[in-house]
C-alpha cells in the first residue's frame, strides 16, 4: 500500500513539475501570438483531450513522465508569420527559456514558503561536538563557519552540504574566532560511503539562530536566498560529479529511484518531502537550460546563435539530425538507468 502511495505522489509530483514546465512555453508562446497546436502532460498514448476556444488540443497521456507544448512552424516550416519557425529569434530565446526558468523560480518559491514554515533555523556557529568527533581537534564551539575550502558558506544547511562534498580529504575551514578571522588548515573528518561515493561526515552540531539571538524577518529571507543558492549549486555539483566521475551509475536515479527516495523522504517529515520538491524543481531547471541539443537549453543555443549573426545560420535539417541523435543517446542513458533501478529492486 505505502508503494502505491508514493508512485501516486511521485506521479503528481513530476506531473505538476512539467505542468508549470510547459506553462511556461505556453504561456509566452500565447503572449508573443504563436498558434498553439497542443499542450500535453505525459507522453505515449492520449487519456483525455479536449479542443479550447483558440484550437489548442489540450491532452493528458498515459505515462505520467515528460510533456510538450507543440506550436505552429516548431518542427517544420509556416506561411503564417506568426508561427514559431517566423519568430525573431530572441523571441524564441525567450518561449524556450521559459519552461526551465519556471521550474527554477517555483523552487525559489517552495523554498521560501518552507523557510518561514521552518520552526528551528540552523546558523553556521558551532554548537557542541558529537561522540567520537575528529574535527575537534581544531575546531571549537562558537567558530562561527565562514568558508569552506574555497566556497563562502552562510547557513547551516551550507555548512553540512560543504562538509559532505568536500570533507572526504583534509580541507582548511575559515572561522571567526573572538573578533578574529582565522583559517585552520587540514581539518578532518570522518567519511561514509552512500552509492559508491565516499562523503565527509560533519561531527558537530550548530546553534540554532534562535539560541543566538532573536530571529527576525531578515534572518528568514537571509536563509531563503542562501539555502536557494545552494540548492543550485547542488545541481550543478551532481552533474559535475557525474562529468567528473566522481558519481558514478550507483548514483544516478531513474523514475524508480526517484519513487524510492520519494518514499524514503516522505516518511521523514514534510518538511523533507517539501525540501525534495524543491530539488528535483531546481533539477528540472538548470538540466532542461544545459547547451545539449535535445534540451531547451540545446534549443536555446542554436536561436542565440541566429540572434548574434542576424540570420538562419545553421540549417533547420542539420539541427533536426543533431537533436534527434542526442535525443536517442538520452533516451538509452534513461533506459539504461531504469534497468539498473530494476536490478537493485532484487
Do not use: C
Not at 508512485?7 to 505542468?19: K, S
Not at 549549486?233 to 544516478?252: H, P, Q, T
Not at 525534495?276 to 546563435?305: E, K, Q, T
Amino acid at each position: 500500500m505505502n508503494t502505491i502511495f508514493y508512485i501516486l505522489i511521485t506521479a503528481l509530483v513530476i506531473g505538476f513539475l512539467t505542468f508549470i514546465h510547459e506553462f511556461g512555453h505556453f504561456f509566452f508562446a500565447r503572449l508573443f501570438k504563436v498558434p498553439v497546436l497542443e499542450f500535453a502532460i505525459g507522453m505515449g498514448p492520449k487519456i483525455y483531450s479536449w479542443t479550447g476556444k483558440q484550437g489548442t488540443k489540450y491532452a493528458l497521456r498515459a505515462f505520467p513522465i515528460g510533456g510538450f507544448v507543440q506550436m505552429e512552424g516548431e518542427e517544420g516550416t509556416s506561411e503564417n508569420p506568426m508561427a514559431y519557425n517566423n519568430l525573431n529569434p530572441w523571441k524564441k530565446i525567450v518561449v524556450t527559456a521559459a519552461g526551465p526558468i519556471v521550474n527554477i523560480v517555483f523552487a525559489v518559491i517552495l523554498m521560501f514558503a518552507l523557510v518561514i514554515s521552518t520552526p528551528t533555523l540552523g546558523s553556521n556557529t558551532v554548537g557542541d561536538f558529537l561522540e567520537n568527533s575528529v574535527s575537534h581537534t581544531k575546531l571549537q564551539v562558537n567558530d562561527e563557519i565562514v568558508k569552506i575550502g574555497n566556497v563562502k558558506v552562510h547557513t547551516g544547511e551550507e555548512v553540512y552540504y560543504e562538509i559532505m562534498m568536500q570533507g572526504y580529504e583534509a580541507i582548511d575551514i575559515t572561522v571567526k574566532r573572538n573578533g578574529e578571522t582565522v583559517v585552520l588548515e587540514d581539518v578532518v573528518f570522518n567519511t561514509v560511503t552512500d552509492s559508491g561515493v565516499v562523503l565527509g561526515d560533519a561531527d558537530f552540531r550548530l546553534y540554532a539562530l534562535s539560541a543566538l539571538s532573536d530571529v527576525t524577518v531578515f534572518d528568514y529571507l537571509y536563509q531563503a536566498f542562501y539555502r536557494s543558492i545552494n540548492m543550485v549549486k547542488m545541481v550543478i555539483d551532481s552533474l559535475w560529479g557525474m562529468i567528473s566521475g566522481r558519481f558514478g551509475m550507483d548514483a544516478v536515479s531513474g523514475p524508480i529511484g526517484i519513487v524510492e527516495t520519494v518514499g524514503e523522504v516522505a516518511a521523514v517529515s514534510p518538511a523533507a518531502l517539501v525540501n525534495l520538491i524543491v530539488l528535483i524543481s531546481m533539477n528540472l531547471g538548470i538540466f532542461n537550460l544545459l547547451p545539449i541539443p535535445a534540451l531547451d537549453g540545446g534549443r536555446i543555443l542554436f536561436h542565440l546563435i541566429d540572434a548574434i549573426a542576424g540570420r538562419k545560420v545553421i540549417k533547420k535539417e542539420i539541427e533536426d539530425t543533431i537533436t534527434g541523435v542526442t535525443l536517442m543517446l538520452l533516451l538509452g542513458f534513461m533506459l539504461l538507468i531504469s534497468l539498473k533501478d530494476v536490478i537493485n529492486l532484487f
